[in-house]
């Protein structure tokens, strides 16, 4: 019983690590978003 346990959780750590190692060689592609900036119409008053 103990085995199988030990077996499992080795199991999930090496997942892991393979998952770890796998992000750090090929890393997601950033996702670029353009920036909208609402201007006030009391910005373009004449003083």
């Known amino acids: 019983m103990t085995r199988i346990f ?16 796998l992000l750090g060689a090929f890393p997601p592609n950033p996702v ?10 009391d910005a373009f008053k004449g003083s």
């Not at 030990?6 to 190692?21: D, K, R, S, Y």
């Not at 353009?34 to 006030?40: N, R």
């Open 6 to 21: 030990l077996i499992i959780v080795m199991t999930g750590l090496v997942l892991l690590g393979a998952g770890a190692v």
């Open 32 to 41: 670029v978003h353009p920036v909208e900036k609402v201007l006030h119409n």
